[in-house]
T-cell receptor, first 111, second 111 residues
């Protein structure tokens, strides 16, 4: 099955710094999503981005499907950005509704 | 629109018991997927239902089962609970190619 690898596993930043999180996947995909897991465990949708580039405020994401990777950019980080960021993909030919998650990047933003 | 809701939010059971978790999708969403999150295994796909039919199933034992009702609400059941079933159980709903939206989760503790 598809393998999803995220890097780095951990990241510590000072407030105001920028960061780039990476997601590599091993096969072609129908769907790629980025999530932020809040301290209570809920997965918050950041981007649905199987290809191309999207921006939402201080966050942006780029997926290069032909090279099988996606990047999540966080600019001017804030303490509220802390938490775990997950990349998840749905493979081609998937029968439906199955996301395969990476192990996550744990981000800590210090004031 | 209201988001995905899950009940109960927290649950404590003892080994050997069974448990039923409930998920109400976003209005109009017909696909519901279930995931298990543990510190050791990360986020893993359990199964997906669409129009009351299980379309996809992950690699979990038969003690894990689910169903979907005509109003798209879904339940999952775990029988003969084991200590290793302690986890955060997340459900997600989707409609078309816009990605999955997650509920707040049910945190199950097995003693």
């Amino acid at each position: 099955g598809i393998q999803v690898e995220q890097s780095p596993p951990d990241l510590i930043l000072q407030e105001g710094a920028n960061s780039t999180l990476r997601c590599n996947f091993s096969d072609s995909v129908n769907n790629l999503q980025w999530f932020h897991q809040n301290p209570w465990g809920q997965l918050i949708n950041l981007f649905y981005i199987p290809s191309g580039t999207k921006q939402n405020g201080r966050l942006s994401a780029t997926t290069v499907a032909t090279e099988r990777y996606s990047l999540l950019y966080i600019s001017s980080s804030q303490t509220t950005d802390s938490g775990v960021y997950f990349c998840a993909v749905e493979g081609l030919g998937n029968q439906g509704g199955k996301l395969i998650f990476g192990q996550g990047t744990e981000l800590s933003v210090k004031p | 629109k209201a988001g995905v809701t899950q009940t109960p939010r927290y649950l404590i059971k003892t080994r050997g018991q069974q448990v039923t978790l409930s998920c109400s999708p976003i209005s109009g969403h017909r696909s519901v997927s279930w995931y298990q999150q543990t510190p050791g295994q990360g986020l893993q796909f359990l199964f997906e239902y669409f129009s009351e039919t299980q379309r996809n199933k992950g690699n979990f034992p038969g003690r894990f089962s689910g169903r979907q009702f005509s109003n798209s609400r879904s339940e999952m059941n775990v029988s003969t609970l084991e200590l290793g079933d302690s986890a955060l159980y997340l459900c997600a709903s989707s409609f078309g190619q816009v990605g999955q939206y997650f509920g707040p989760g049910t945190r199950l503790t097995v003693l």
